[in-house]
């Protein structure tokens, strides 16, 4: 006689260990058989889509026979209330057939005759109120039905059905686990203080620090001190009044480095709504807070570049028309002072006139020359060599606390330049950076050979693709704040004292670069020098028009 007691405990034994219900299955269908002498089981599941069922695994003693009646089901599929398995479906409830040969609902009855099998029982499991599958077994004799065996396999059903419920939440909770350590946002969980109790890899990745480092540490840890007492205040209140906050954090990592992130930070709560912990799931958003910084940057470099042709037009125009004026001038004053020889008052006031008016010839040339509308004498030059011309002269300038450095590529690189243009904008930078170290420094000139390709383009947010010439004039002065960059150009923009410059430098500079169909390029930082990049075609090539207005003005 079965010992049923035994047989539970130890089926129960078994399929809590197995792996999954698959397992489960096949250990149920081998040990009920093995255990009361029953010839065959199998296990019906539903098709994919719901409609009939299908047998998807059997067990039986070694026998021919009953391999072609475990062939057989596996060709048949039932559906809803019909056969054994049809009909336990249908139901709900456990089926017994004295003999399923003679059974006019027993669609197998033929092949079950000549396999020698007899009395069948059908059982239901059952997860919760959802059908997962109907468990059949059969023996060789006709028999009555065994309410005790009914009992027993039932109570195997529903410890199958446990088993299902405990390895889907355990599927369900390895799918969040893995989702939580593969996520690629960081996420933070602390208990109600703020401690926090985990992190994610991702968390340790961007942050730097390890996770034993962090255990039982207050968030705290990442703050940047750019963030108000009062901002922080807001969101903690917010959170322990049981709602969520979203926004943005300027944090620091381990090393020092500072970051951008999105976070959104939920409160845990349990069954009765009490907050247990708090989670914090955040992006790291620095490249897009640096993309979002750069392409505003671009938009105002280029409106300003637009401001600078608008001005430069204008001014030109104006420029030209003043400087034929004070032509005139200056030679009807030539007439005045040759008649008024013999007055030496009225000599002296047209030499004073003279004066001025050559002062005002020079202003109005340098906005022609920020205007464009100079005439350039262009030939292939040597870089090299117009730079040591230009140096005889900025070498007198120089003061003793500059440590002067000449860079000069060993490439003999020739341009198409006018060559005292050139040199002028040479010295113009010199000055420049002479006049931001009254404390000393270094100052560094240098050429070279840059290609600007679709990337630089797209990056700088000037330039026409080509090999050009590079000019480079470094300092390690004081530097510019981003205003002062803005107006850089700007005619009669100036940083100096009253009387001590025109404000017209860098917009020669400028006009003249502009007018070589050169480009223009500028890094500066407060305390952090500047350095001046001047991009001009090689002579051999092609000097079109320019894509665009080629200055970039970069905080570097």
């Known amino acids: ?74 060709t048949i599929t039932f559906s809803s209330g019909i056969g054994l398995p049809g009909r336990v479906w249908a139901s709900g409830k456990p089926a017994w057939i004295l003999d399923v040969t003679r059974d006019p609902n027993f669609p197998r009855a033929s092949i079950a005759r000549d396999c020698g099998l007899k009395a069948g029982i059908g059982i239901p499991i059952m997860n919760n109120d959802e059908f997962v599958a109907v468990i059949e077994f059969f023996t ?55 401690n926090i109790e985990y992190v994610n890899p991702k968390f340790t990745e961007i942050t730097g620090y390890a996770y034993e480092e962090v255990m039982g540490e207050n968030p705290r840890i990442l703050k940047s001190g750019k963030t108000s007492p009062e901002e922080y205040k807001e969101l903690w209140d917010l959170i322990t009044s049981g709602k969520s906050w979203q926004g943005e954090f300027y944090n620091k990592k381990k090393n020092g480095e500072y970051y951008w992130e999105l976070a959104q930070i939920t409160p845990m709560k349990d069954k009765k709504g009490n907050i247990t912990n708090f989670m914090a799931i955040k992006e790291d958003i620095t490249d897009i807070k640096r993309s979002q910084s750069e392409r505003e940057e671009l938009k105002e470099q280029l409106y300003h570049a637009q401001k600078l042709d608008s001005i430069g037009r204008l001014a030109g125009s104006i420029a030209h028309d003043f400087n034929n004026f004070l032509m005139a001038i200056i030679g009807y004053t030539d007439l005045l002072k040759s008649e008024v020889s013999n007055n030496t008052r009225a000599k002296e006031f047209a030499g004073n006139i003279l004066t001025t008016a050559q002062k005002a010839v020079n202003l109005a040339q ?106 480079s004039v470094t300092d390690n002065g004081a530097g510019m704040d981003r205003e002062t960059k803005r107006k850089l150009f700007e005619p009669f923009f100036t940083t100096k004292e009253a009387g001590k410059g025109t404000g017209l430098g860098l917009s020669i500079v400028y006009g003249i670069v502009k007018q070589h169909k050169g480009y223009i390029d500028v890094h500066s930082e407060p305390g952090k020098g500047t350095a001046f990049f001047i991009y001009l075609p090689l002579a051999d090539e092609p000097m079109g028009e320019e894509s665009n207005d080629g200055i970039e003005i970069i905080n570097s």
């Open 366 to 471: 340098g906005i022609l020359a920020f205007g464009r509308k100079q005439t350039l004498k262009i030939r292939p030059e040597s870089l090299n060599e117009i730079i040591l011309t230009a140096e005889i002269i900025y070498r007198r300038f120089i003061k003793e606390n500059i440590d002067y450095t000449s860079d000069l590529s060993e490439e003999n690189i020739v341009i198409k330049a006018d060559i005292n243009k050139i040199e002028q904008v040479v010295i113009n930078l010199v000055s420049n950076a002479i006049d931001a170290m009254n404390e000393g420094g270094s100052l560094t000139i240098g050429t070279g050979i840059k290609k600007i390709d679709e990337y630089f383009i797209e990056k700088h947010g000037f330039g026409r693709q080509g090999t050009y010439a590079l000019i």
């Open 1 to 74: 006689m079965v010992d049923h007691v035994s047989l539970l405990h130890e089926l129960t034994l078994k399929i809590t260990k197995s792996e999954d219900f698959n397992s489960a299955l096949n250990i149920v269908l081998q040990k009920i058989c093995e255990t009361t002498g029953w010839a065959y089981g199998e296990a019906w599941v539903p098709t994919s889509d719901g409609r009939k069922l299908i047998c998807d695994r059997a067990w039986h003693f070694d026998s021919e026979k009953l391999e072609i009646f475990k062939n057989a089901s596996k």
């Open 140 to 194: 060789r004799e006709v028999l009555e039905e065994d309410k005790q065996l009914i009992h027993l396999i039932m109570t195997v059903a529903v410890e199958l059905g446990n088993i299902i419920k405990y390895k889907q939440m355990e599927e369900k909770l390895r799918k969040l686990s893995q989702a939580v350590e593969q996520s690629i946002s960081s996420i933070v969980i602390t208990d109600t203080k703020g």
